[in-house]
């Protein structure tokens, strides 16, 4: 598990794992760099050692055909505040003063009482029958 492991830690496992991925692809040092348009030794830098930019390791995932690991990582949550708030604003139920007539919506299953208390609703269904 990653999450109890060091940045330092983190950067070896990835560089490894970068290793084995290209190792199983049969894939050389050089022709990796030349794939991903770095230099030998910055490559091998990050294949070793773990270090480099982002940069480097999204054209390393590219080079390997892997950038959809970072794709499923980013993916949009299903939650999203933004819409969440939205939807809040368009449901919003609407006041309705004790003193005024309650407003009676059809629909095609049954009669609802939207923006009514319950007791509202029963009084208003009464006096519709």
């Not at 990653?2 to 290209?22: H, M, N």
């Amino acid at each position: 598990m990653l999450e109890f492991k060091t940045s330092r830690e983190i950067e070896d496992i990835i560089a490894k794992r970068i290793k084995s991925e290209r190792l199983r692809q049969n894939i050389t040092q050089s022709l990796m760099a030349k794939k991903t348009g770095m230099a030998l030794s910055t490559y091998k830098k990050f294949e070793h050692e773990g270090k480099g930019t982002f940069d480097n390791f999204i054209r390393i995932l590219m080079g390997l055909g892997r950038i959809t690991e970072i794709d499923n990582f980013l993916k949009e949550p299903e939650f999203s505040p933004k819409v969440q708030i939205k939807s809040n604003r368009l449901n919003k139920k609407v006041r309705v003063r004790a003193s005024s007539e309650p407003k009676v919506v059809a629909s095609n299953k049954n009669d609802t009482f939207q923006g009514m208390s319950p007791f509202q609703a029963i009084i208003a269904k009464a006096k519709k029958e």
